[in-house]
């Protein structure tokens, strides 16, 4: 998998300005706050329409504003896992599973609701609600329903930043084993350095909007 950005963005007083030629494995966005990583997500998966820019995956143009394309989030067959779990409070957690098959693409990396539920050990909890879970539990859960929607890449916005420490020491192998046995790509977003480390294949860090110069690995990435 290939995935292509090209971003120039302004919203209020920040300019987001990059360019990024990524691969396959785990990629780690790492930046202060305010220096636009989550910007970069929700250009790829659609959430945010670029002043200018491009965004293709192979060979899959998704967002070219010169030639006025913009595909609907819906469209990308993208996963994401936001800082908030954003569970459906009137769900149970197999509803809320049950929920991705809306949004479900199928093709070779298709996975039966069974395998996801093994891999992020999430047996036990399928009969309870929401608010009868901790908050790494939520994000198991979050990260569950967005694998069964089969995604071609999968973006993880700081997926432990609401989750106390305890937790995120629970919730890191599940990201290992998920590395390990789908193999999806996928681009993590954090300020925490130890989340990535030994995990990701290539780091990128932004600083300001922009990708700071020598900062990221195999020259996979470049200012714009």
Avoid: C
């Avoid at 250009?43 to 670029?50: D, F, K, L, S, Y």
């Amino acid at each position: 998998m290939s995935l292509a950005v090209e971003i120039r963005h302004t919203a209020g007083a920040f300019s987001l300005d990059v360019k990024l030629q990524l691969g396959a494995g785990l990629t780690a966005l790492l930046g202060p706050s305010g220096s636009g990583k989550t910007t970069v997500l929700n250009v790829i998966a659609g959430i945010v329409r670029p002043d200018k820019g491009r965004v293709q995956i192979d060979d899959d143009v998704v967002v070219d504003t010169a030639a006025g394309i913009f595909r609907p989030a819906y469209r990308r067959s993208i996963g994401y896992v936001f800082q908030e779990p954003r569970l459906f409070p009137h769900l149970t957690v197999r509803q809320n599973l049950m929920f991705a098959r809306w949004f479900r693409h199928h093709g070779p990396a298709s996975r039966s609701p069974e395998e996801v539920i093994d891999l992020l050990n999430l047996g036990a909890l399928l009969g309870r609600y929401p608010s009868k879970l901790s908050g790494g539990e939520k994000q198991r859960v979050a990260l569950g329903r967005a694998l069964l929607s089969m995604p071609r890449l999968l973006l993880l916005d700081e997926p432990l930043a609401a989750v106390d420490q305890s937790h995120r020491e629970v919730i890191l192998p599940y990201l290992d084993r998920l590395r390990a046995d789908l193999a999806i790509p996928t681009v993590y977003v954090t300020h925490t350095w130890a989340e990535v480390t030994g995990r990701a294949d290539h780091v990128i860090e932004l600083d300001g909007g922009k990708v700071r110069k020598g900062a990221a690995e195999d020259g996979q990435s470049t200012t714009g």
